[in-house]
């Protein structure tokens, strides 16, 4: 790639025709406490056994570990298997910019073409890109999938979505002539709402978005929603933030699903504080040409040998931009290796144990809560590992800090996303955790009650 520097006289006559004086005045909108300090701030150089003082000072802040957690809301904790942090951190697979080229990375293509097929088990949907940068940016270019194949403007998005990846899907969409509408749950199952689904669809909706388990853990009915959806010809759109549900629930194509896309952290990757994640996106074949990203496909050469290409890349880098179909420049490669070799050691046993105690446990502590006077599980059926609870006597917040003092992140409240909701706790639970762990859990519970 070529770098072209600029000279003082050039960024003299750039900030001239753009009508500013000082660069930093082209970041004024970045609030103050979020931009970055002055350069000139920096302290002066560490010596080595300085430097790795210092890490080990910063690192001895971090007490997650000290801490029985059940906390969720998009990012889950799974067992990992050490083959998975071994091989995924060799140097081959850590270092390449672009791993795709055929002629030196048949290694890579492989690896992210066995993940692509595993993705399409566990959906039971015909093609898997190879990943996209996170959960809710791949959801939101499902959005614009949706959008292009249909060729309507118009996308219902289910108000059980996660908060988080709604406002990607609105930053996506804001400056497009997309029209978007939310779908309401209904209050008494936590489903959404489908005598309200079906006063809005009509012939203009390209796609009904929802989430399933969605965000207050609830398993949605996704061929009535599907069945619904399609009777306006739109599409059917299910989005996943915890990837283990896959391993668990019958897959999306049995409820005429069209496209799953979603978040599969779950699949191998540490909670990293925030990332690197991984996005994913399955579909049936008929979206084959418009997905977005990268989808590496199976061929022979001359000599008939089996090798791996990217095939039917209609990115920006390949033909005309306004043809291609990928708002995405780079991906998560590195995280769809490493999510390939997870669940290639779990194998389909393995992981389907996991993902059965994940739901045990979450059950487990669903039928002890019960007898508890001053908490409330508030849906009892239909869920899989997250389970949403409300606190009787008090603020979710108080509830959470009593808790805490005992070692223990009983969950996240959900004011975090919807400020008017201050006695509501969303709890995770998974496999790693153990019944002991969760009887300490009801048993703190027991005494703030």
């Not at 070692?407 to 004011?415: F, M, N, R, T």
């Given at each position: 790639?070529?770098?072209?520097p ?36 920096l ?25 029985l ?34 002629e ?18 566990l ?18 270019e ?12 118009r996308?219902?998005?289910?108000d ?18 997309i ?22 669809l ?5 796609a009904?978005?929802f ?16 069945q ?10 299910q ?16 409820f ?41 496909g199976q ?17 920006e880098?390949?033909i ?15 995280c ?43 849906y ?8 949403l ?10 509830f ?34 153990r ?15």
């Open positions: 790639m070529r770098f072209l600029l000279t003082d006289a050039a960024r003299e006559e750039i900030k001239k025709a753009i009508g500013i004086k000082d660069s930093k005045e082209l970041f004024k909108s970045i609030p103050a406490d979020k931009s970055f300090f002055d350069l000139a701030a302290p002066s150089a560490l010596s080595e056994p300085e430097l790795i003082a210092e890490f080990k000072a910063l690192g001895r802040k971090n007490s997650f570990q000290e801490y957690s059940f906390l969720g809301a998009g990012a889950y904790a799974h067992f990992i298997p050490e083959v998975v942090a071994y091989l995924s951190a060799k140097g081959e697979f850590v270092t390449p910019y672009t791993p795709y080229q055929p030196v990375s048949q290694g890579n293509l492989q690896a992210i073409f066995e993940y692509q097929t595993m993705m399409t088990m959906t039971g949907l015909d093609v898997a890109n190879a990943s996209l940068y996170d959960g809710a940016t791949a959801v939101a499902a959005v614009l999938l949706a959008v292009r194949k249909s060729g309507r403007q996308v219902l998005l289910a059980s979505l996660h908060p988080e990846t709604m406002a990607v899907v609105r930053t996506y969409t804001q400056n497009l002539p029209e978007l509408a939310t779908v309401a749950v209904n209050e008494a199952d936590g489903r959404v709402d489908l005598a309200d689904l079906t006063s809005k009509n012939d203009q909706t390209a009904l978005v989430q399933s388990p969605n965000f207050l853990g609830v398993v949605e009915d996704s061929a009535a929603l599907a619904a959806a399609h009777q306006q010809r739109a599409y059917a759109v989005a996943v933030t915890e990837a283990m549900s896959l391993a668990y629930l019958r897959p999306a194509a049995d005429a699903v069209d496209v799953v896309a979603g978040e599969a952290q779950s699949f191998g990757l540490s909670l990293g504080f925030g990332g690197p994640y991984l996005g994913f996106m399955t579909a049936r074949e008929e979206f084959l040409r418009q997905m977005p990203g990268r989808i590496v061929t022979k050469d001359l000599d008939g040998k089996r090798g791996y290409v990217l095939t039917l890349s209609t990115r880098q390949h005309k931009r306004e043809k291609a179909t990928s708002n995405i420049c780079s991906n998560e490669a590195w769809a290796l490493r999510a390939g070799m997870y669940l290639a050691t779990m194998g389909k046993d393995g992981l389907a144990l996991a993902a059965r105690d994940s739901h045990l446990h979450a059950a487990y502590f669903v039928a002890k809560a019960a007898k508890l006077k001053r908490v409330k599980v508030v009892t059926k239909n869920f899989y590992n997250e389970v609870l409300e606190i009787r006597k008090g603020t979710a917040e108080a959470l800090a009593t808790l805490k003092k005992k070692k223990i992140l009983a969950g996240v409240p959900l004011s975090w996303f919807y400020p008017a909701v201050g006695n509501r706790v969303l709890l995770a639970f998974s496999e790693v955790q019944c002991a762990d969760i009887d300490r859990l009801l048993l703190a519970m027991g005494e703030h009650s």
